[in-house]
């Protein structure tokens, strides 16, 4: 409809132009220089409503206690404590963009800060058929072990999308590395010990969603609206390291307790999820709630888990 109207409008004025040149010569109009004229002036449009760089910071509450981006991680929780996550990030028009999350525990009747992070990241969004992109999240914050916080110190996490169909399936890949302290007590010395443990988790998401974008209540409002249903693929290893020197001396009582403490899961199917994003978009504010259910196959108990958080802010 556009591209008829400015095509109307430029044949109007070829043809004044030749009506005035008719007065001295006969002017022949060449339709092929109105299209060109009309793909150059939509061109010039279309360039004015390019990506351009931003501001967001928001805040957010919820149980979400591990990552912002990587479900997989999120699926392992064992505590669901409430927590606050202020967010500040720049994203470049480019498509680069770096984050920061504080993460504040609100368990136990008392607040915490109990870990914080920065993601570098890239999304490519520039095309209407594929999208992609890739963040590494470095964690920064307590070393032992937490119920609140995560043991993972590096997050990588990968995607790629086909948009070019309403339903539009996803896969996503995530390798998590980390470590942890603990103390416990050592009945074959009559003492304590600390132990390291390194954590390390490899995880293979495919996933299928759909988009709905609905009008809002007002003129500079709208809602957004993402279901999508997932499946989860992981591995994951622990490895134990004794840390008294006490165990040069005794490598027989040290290997017994890495092999009690060192456990690895194999690559395998171990659970489904439902995810599901909105967001409400009024001027430079939004507000996005969103609620993941996890079904866990591998355990008899605590199948269903869900996850919640509300995040809002500005954009500018």
């Not at 929780?77 to 990030?89: A, E, G, R, Y």
Request: with cysteine; hydrophobic share 35%.
């Amino acid at each position: 409809m556009l591209k008829t109207l400015v095509q109307l409008f430029i044949t109007i004025l070829f043809s004044c132009s030749a009506a005035h040149a008719q007065q001295t010569d006969t002017t022949f109009i060449n339709k092929d220089s109105i299209e060109r004229a009309v793909d150059e002036f939509l061109k010039m449009i279309d360039s004015a409503e390019a990506p351009k760089s931003y501001f967001q910071v928001g805040v957010g509450i919820g149980n979400n206690q591990f990552s912002l981006k990587n479900v997989a991680l999120n699926s392992q929780q064992s505590s669901f404590n409430l927590s606050i996550n202020p967010t500040i990030s720049y994203v470049h028009k480019s498509g680069f963009g770096i984050t920061y999350n504080n993460y504040i525990s609100l368990g136990n009747g008392s607040s915490e800060i109990i870990q914080h992070s920065i993601t570098p990241s890239f999304d490519y969004q520039n095309n209407e058929d594929v999208q992609f992109g890739f963040s590494f999240t470095r964690y920064f914050g307590r070393k032992t072990s937490s119920n609140y916080s995560t043991p993972y110190k590096n997050d990588l996490f990968s995607y790629f999308t086909f948009t070019g169909t309403k339903y539009q399936p996803s896969i996503s890949v995530g390798y998590s590395t980390g470590s942890f302290t603990e103390t416990f007590f050592l009945p074959l010395l009559n003492r304590k010990d600390t132990i390291t443990i390194g954590v390390k988790d490899f995880s293979f998401i495919p996933s299928v969603k759909r988009e709905f974008t609905i009008k809002g209540l007002g003129k500079k409002d709208y809602f957004y609206v993402q279901p999508s249903f997932m499946s989860i693929f992981a591995a994951s290893r622990y490895e134990v390291q004794p840390s008294d020197r006490l165990f040069l001396n005794r490598p027989r009582i040290a290997q017994r307790i890495r092999n009690d403490f060192s456990s690895n899961t194999k690559f395998n199917l171990q659970s489904l999820g439902l995810n599901l994003d909105a967001s409400w978009y009024i001027g430079k504010f939004y507000i996005n709630p969103q609620v993941y259910f996890d079904y866990y196959l591998l355990s008899s108990i605590d199948k269903l888990n869900m996850l919640y958080t509300v995040q809002t802010g500005f954009i500018f």
